[in-house]
């Protein structure tokens, strides 16, 4: 026969068991979760560091076409100097 005591101690480890069985299951879902929190923080890194690279690149090609405006704006000012007119 089961006596009182004793359904007290099984109440105990059944909350306890059903706890550990819970984590059990909930664990995969956890480590899953972490995993793509990890690798979507890494993609959006990813992102902002090509993002990054292209506004590099965009200032660096408006300063390589600034300086060939600048070059063929200087290019065409000796040319104008250069020539003479010598009309009587």
């Known amino acids: 026969m089961i006596t009182l ?3 007290q101690t099984l109440y ?3 909350q306890n068991v059903a706890n550990q069985q819970q984590q059990n299951v ?3 879902l956890v ?3 972490a995993f793509a929190n990890a690798a979507m923080e890494e993609a959006q890194k990813d992102r902002e560091r090509v ?4 506004k590099g690149n965009k200032l660096k090609d ?3 076409s600034e300086q060939q405006r600048k070059n063929a704006n200087n290019q065409a000012k000796k040319q104008a ?3 003479f007119d010598i009309s009587i």
Do not use: R
């Open 5 to 7: 005591l004793d359904t």
């Open 12 to 14: 105990m480890q059944t």
């Open 26 to 28: 909930a664990a995969p």
């Open 31 to 33: 480590a899953q979760e």
């Open 51 to 54: 993002i990054k690279t292209e």
């Open 62 to 64: 408006e300063k390589g």
């Open 81 to 83: 100097t250069n020539s």
